[in-house]
């Protein structure tokens, strides 16, 4: 067997060839790897979802041959899962689909700011009406809130049951995310510079900081509310999920927990024009840093919601933070 759960405890045995296991309890690679063992007994919270790997004789992770569950993982297939009790789904999650949906228009050009082909999906709510000024949110790796978070279905839902506002949502993949995402000031350039005009041109959306909001997760998130707070004329509202506060500018790629360069820049600065939806898995090492800044946004009484889910750095935590993230942003 597997891994299977003893109350709170999950209780893994190591496939042929398996040298460590590594997960959302250990922060997958970046933390200290489990050696392997007959038996590895793991304590994890009450109906959570976690996810887990193993990492073979050639240092490389490889999926539990006997688990079947798998992950909502858009980038890797090795990720495996083990649920204790029952995770938690909203009732929009659970509710049939709308009956009229949205439409999605596919972009592409050649970028300037960045080089190669730049991708958007633009969605448009049921009804959309040229004659109508709609809200609209620009949000960072867009391919996997499309197609893995379906944030456009649940937007669907949310419109048929009176809960949220039309929108449209302006879904753009980055080329190098890292890079593009990580405190650049150039990321602005290519949204002023490449995506407002054409989406501007071509859709019916607000030109006005009150109806434009940014929207992503992990490193998503830090762009998101770095540019969201540094530019009242531009943006008004930001969502990030598992945002990733513990980078400063000049340090590329250097995360580590205390370096929340952000943070400090919030608490000297405010951002009194932003309103903001944070939300972190309990399982991951940006726990602490979002629960600080949720802290300060307290302090500094910008408004905000801030939730925890009973899981890790990971799509099955960000699609359960949606539904509420997306009330936030639109709800009636």
Do not use: C
Request: aromatic residues 12%; glycine residues 10%.
């Amino acid at each position: 067997m597997a891994v299977f759960v003893e109350g709170t405890t999950a209780v893994f045995t190591p496939p042929p060839g398996a040298r460590h296991l590594v997960g959302d309890f250990t922060d997958w690679q970046n933390g200290q790897p489990i050696p392997a063992a007959p038996e590895i007994r793991v304590a994890l919270p009450r109906d959570s979802w976690t996810e887990y790997a193993w990492i073979g004789e050639n240092g490389k992770p490889f999926a539990d041959p006997d688990n079947d569950t798998r992950s909502l993982n858009p980038w890797w297939p090795y990720p495996r899962a083990v649920e204790v009790g029952t995770y938690a789904r909203h009732p929009l999650w659970t509710a049939p689909a709308a009956q009229a949906g949205g439409k999605v228009d596919r972009l592409a050009w050649e970028g300037g700011v960045f080089p190669g082909t730049r991708r958007a999906s633009v969605y448009m709510p049921p009804g959309y009406d040229p004659g109508q000024l709609y809200p609209v949110f620009y949000i960072q790796d867009g391919v996997a809130f499309l197609r893995t978070g379906k944030l456009g279905e649940l937007l669907d839902k949310a419109i048929e049951a009176g809960l949220a506002r039309p929108a449209v949502l302006v879904f753009l993949e980055p080329g190098d995310r890292s890079r593009e995402y990580y405190l650049n000031d150039a990321y602005l350039e290519f949204l002023t510079q490449e995506v407002f005009p054409r989406i501007e041109d071509a859709y019916s959306v607000s030109r006005e900081a009150e109806g434009r909001g940014l929207w992503g997760a992990s490193l998503g998130g830090l762009i998101s509310l770095y540019l969201g707070s540094h530019h009242p004329e531009l943006f008004s509202t930001v969502v990030a999920h598992s945002g990733a506060f513990i980078a400063r500018p000049d340090a590329y790629m250097e995360t580590r927990v205390g370096q929340e360069w952000l943070l400090r820049t919030l608490r000297e600065r405010g951002a009194p024009h932003l309103r903001v939806s944070l939300d972190s898995g309990v399982l991951e090492w940006l726990l602490a840093p979002n629960r600080r800044m949720a802290a300060l946004l307290a302090d500094l009484n910008i408004p905000h919601q801030y939730r925890e889910y009973q899981s890790g750095h990971n799509w099955v935590t960000w699609r359960a933070a949606l539904p509420e993230a997306l009330l936030f942003a639109l709800g009636t």
